[in-house]
């Protein structure tokens, strides 16, 4: 990513400007790869982005053992981690009102403070006795629960409708609105628990890493419109693929 | 009814709430609510199950408007309240019921009151007083809960601060717990936030006041360049309300003895023409004085400093102020200072002294001239040449005035039993030490006159105006203008050379 920006400013001072858009400019992977060896970056950099994720994403041991080995200090309490870790966990296996509980726990303005939050969190918990049958408990549930949530906050009627449909329907899985039984949505939910909780912890709710590779695509995305080069097109391998003309 | 659903006729009574950890106590809000008002601290089973219904009154109410609200039609604010009184209480149940309890508050209006009808905070404060660490969780709570009422609209929001200062009113220990809540960033942005002309600004005023009141970093975290600014324009308010509560934040700010303190008092001085009266008399002025007279040589330096800055374009009556407290004793001895830079702006504070303003030289020359003597004292002594220039400018001030003022400054250039140290100062590498003297000098024949011929004289007889006269050739513009000014002055119609 940094060596793109470099040719891009290559590019910027060669090009005349009787030469159109149309004309890209080749970079053979010789070229390019020895572009890369010369961008320096600094290992303590590499260390505190790995160590931003884990403790951001939650892996206590595994911060703790990457601190042991590097040698870098995580920028949070590895010890708060836990109690959050526990509140994802509970959510990401379905459990929702034992995460109510334990985040309540932890810190009880959250959820008072947070109404999208514990709204989703109520949708999740009729979405779990929806999958699991108990359809009485989840139409008591979602008159008791989810109607006044709707009642509270209009925005949430349209989400609420869509939950509430999925009781109209005897194969659930592949009904219109299907998606919110996928594992996906336990997964969005935690996700958005660990980011409150985060933020009422004055840390920043995203790891830097992903930050990181949108810049990357988007920076690959410029640089495709005035040359052909080595691009990175899988990122879990990161490997270059020569450039096609 | 879809097929799947059960088939058949169901039963219309009451069901128990849906929940994945359904107590065997049932968690209706009736039967919740009954249980609490019924139970006392015990030991053992007891407190465990009074423990439990608090729990799960509060997972009921947290982030659910419609529970608070039937809570309260049920009569149960009143009940949970009183488990922070009840004596015996675990520590389990004081945390679940202050959880409860601050829960009620939040964003629901008639909860907020319930909460404080029932005497909540009056519990609360007797367990903010409470040493044990485990109840420490518990003021912390209190003080996030109190921060985020401040939020809400209306007389909840615009009390929430004033009973957070009730709370923590003198307790240092309290403070500090509101620092790790950053109590002081969360007023100070909500008060940057919104309109001066409010209750809620007044009571965060008062709070953010009560919460410097006794440590150092809350004082610092206030005099952001924003907030600083933003309690000067309180200082000025219509309203007499908020007047008051900016001046009880300067006062507590400006009971600090830290030196960094001083310097934002300084600088705001230097920023406050219109507003200085406001500030003088909100107890600032007997504060710096009081530090000028410090055993540490910063923090006398820092206080006179701002007192130089606050005397900088005062009106008369606010010089007079000034000078009632300093007095003219106080004034002396920091001019003869043991620290060099302590005389230097103590002189400055002088110069600002007899600036502008003719009796203002009645100061200095005043009182058996105990003042001017010090100066006196200094200049002769071979002091810095910061301390010089200071001085010569005060002279020179004061030498622009009347017969009685330009005679005196005379005889402290030209004493009558001493060498004079002029000539000395015209020769110093020092180029605003000459400018300095050659002011002093040009005021003191200026303008023409018999008692002004009679000072030439004197002047000539110390080798004065022979040095000046070898000045022609003095690299700096400002010594050459005013050697010409001199030149002008006496060439006309003195048939003496003496200049040229």
């Not at chain 2, 007083?129 to 209190?142: G, M, V, Y």
């Not at chain 2, 610092?220 to 009880?248: G, N, P, Y």
């Amino acid at each position: 990513m940094f060596l793109s920006r470099i040719v891009l400013r290559d590019l910027d001072s060669i090009d005349s400007p009787t030469s159109m858009a149309s004309s890209k400019k080749m970079v053979t992977r010789d070229v390019w790869e020895r572009k890369l060896r010369d961008v320096k970056i600094r290992k303590e950099d590499m260390n505190r982005l790995v160590m931003n994720f884990l403790v951001t994403e939650g892996y206590v041991d595994a911060a703790d053992k990457f601190r042991v080995e590097s040698g870098t200090q995580p920028d949070i309490d590895l010890a708060t981690i836990t109690d959050r870790m526990e509140v994802k966990r509970a959510v990401q296996s379905g459990n929702v009102q034992e995460a109510i509980e334990k985040i309540n726990d932890l810190n009880p303005t959250i959820l008072d403070t947070n109404p999208q939050l514990y709204f989703h969190l109520q949708q999740q918990k009729l979405i779990e006795l929806i999958r699991a049958g108990k359809i009485n408990e989840a139409l008591e549930f979602a008159q008791e629960e989810l109607a006044p949530r709707g009642e509270e906050n209009q925005a949430f009627l349209e989400e609420i409708e869509k939950t509430v449909a999925l009781l109209v329907f005897e194969d659930v899985k592949n009904c219109p609105y299907g998606e919110l039984l996928d594992v996906s949505q336990r997964l969005k939910t935690a996700s958005e628990v660990n980011a409150a909780i985060l933020t009422s912890q004055s840390h920043e709710k995203d790891p830097k890493l992903p930050s990181l590779l949108k810049m990357l695509i988007w920076t690959q995305n410029q640089l495709d419109e005035k040359a052909a080069y080595p691009r990175i097109n899988n990122f879990s391998t990161a490997a270059l693929e020569d450039p096609s003309i | 009814m879809p097929a799947t659903a059960s088939g058949g006729a169901r039963p219309e009574k009451a069901m128990p709430a849906p929940s994945a950890s359904t107590s065997c106590m049932g968690t209706r809000p009736e039967e919740l609510t009954a249980r609490l008002a019924s139970a006392g601290a015990g030991g053992g089973e007891v407190e465990r199950e009074r423990v439990r219904a608090l729990r799960e009154i509060k997972n009921q109410i947290i982030g659910n408007r419609t529970k608070k609200l039937l809570y309260l039609r049920l009569g149960a604010v009143p009940a949970v309240v009183a488990a922070l009184a009840e004596p015996g209480a675990s520590t389990a149940a004081l945390v679940q019921a202050a959880a409860a309890a601050g829960s009620f508050a939040c964003g629901v209006d008639d909860g907020a009151r319930a909460v404080l009808d029932a005497g909540a905070a009056g519990h609360l404060t007797r367990l903010l007083a409470h040493p044990d660490e485990k109840d420490r969780q518990i003021k912390t709570k209190l003080i996030l809960v109190l921060l985020e009422l401040m939020e809400e609209p209306g007389h909840v929001g615009d009390e929430a601060p004033l009973a957070l200062t009730t709370l923590i009113k003198d307790s240092l220990e309290l403070q500090k717990q509101a620092l790790t809540t950053n109590a002081v960033e969360k007023l100070s942005n909500h008060l940057l936030a919104n309109s001066l002309e409010t209750r809620r600004a007044v009571t965060i005023l008062f709070a953010l006041s009560e919460l410097c009141s006794k440590l150092e970093e809350s004082r610092s975290q206030l005099m952001s360049v924003q907030v600083s600014t933003l309690i000067l324009d309180a200082l000025k308010h219509d309203c007499e309300d908020i007047r008051v509560a900016a001046c009880s934040c300067l006062k507590n700010i400006s009971r600090s003895p830290k030196v960094a303190a001083l310097g934002v008092i300084c600088n705001i001085a230097v920023n406050l023409t219109p507003r200085k009266s406001v500030l003088l008399h909100s107890g600032v002025v007997s504060q710096l004085v009081h530090l000028s007279k410090s055993m540490d040589p910063t923090l006398r330096l820092k206080s006179v400093w701002a007192l130089r800055n606050i005397m900088f374009l005062s009106s008369p009556k606010d010089k007079d102020f000034i000078m009632k407290e300093l007095t003219l004793s106080t004034l002396s001895s920091l001019i003869c200072d043991s620290e060099h830079f302590v005389q230097e702006q103590t002189l400055a504070l002088v110069h600002n002294l007899v600036d502008g303003y003719l009796d203002s030289t009645n100061y200095v020359i005043g009182e058996d001239g105990m003042v001017i003597d010090a100066i006196s004292r200094q200049l002769n002594n071979a002091s810095a040449p910061g301390v010089c220039i200071q001085g010569m400018f005060v002279l020179a001030n004061i030498a622009a005035g009347n017969e009685l003022n330009k005679e005196a400054v005379i005889n402290v250039l030209v004493p009558r039993l001493k060498p004079s140290f002029v000539v000395k100062f015209l020769q110093s590498k020092d180029k605003q030490l000459r400018v300095a003297t050659l002011w002093c000098i040009l005021n003191l024949i200026y303008p023409k006159c018999e008692s002004a011929s009679s000072r030439v004289v004197r002047l000539q007889s110390a080798g004065v105006i022979l040095q000046v006269r070898n000045m022609i050739n003095d690299p700096c513009l400002d010594c050459k203008v005013l050697r010409v000014r001199m030149v002008l002055e006496h060439c006309l119609d003195n048939s003496d050379d003496c200049f040229m």
